[in-house]
């Protein structure tokens, strides 16, 4: 079950899969991580992918745009997007900036 439907890859493993379901459910960020980081273990050992990088990019913001949020992939979903014309002081994106 393994990334179904998302990655071109038949690969699968069950311990991976058991600490990705059990990392969406803990509350304290450092036992978090630490699940994550051994299911990053079992990813790097097995490699069944091979990121190469993601795109990298700036955007001119201006600061009445509100919602948009510096993230790893560059992403921004339209919905999460709003006007306050009157808005002072810097937005969400450019308080990432600084």
Known sequence: ??????V???WSNEEFDRLIEQAKY???AKKRM???ERAEGIMMDE???IPIYFYVS???VKPHVRGLYN???DTHPLWS???DRDATGPNEYMRGAE
């Open 1 to 6: 079950t393994t990334w179904e439907g998302t």
């Open 8 to 10: 071109d890859s038949d």
């Open 26 to 28: 803990e509350l304290d």
């Open 34 to 36: 630490g699940i994550l």
């Open 47 to 49: 490699l069944p992918i």
């Open 58 to 60: 700036r955007n001119l």
């Open 71 to 73: 993230n790893v992939q």
């Open 81 to 83: 997007l709003s006007l």
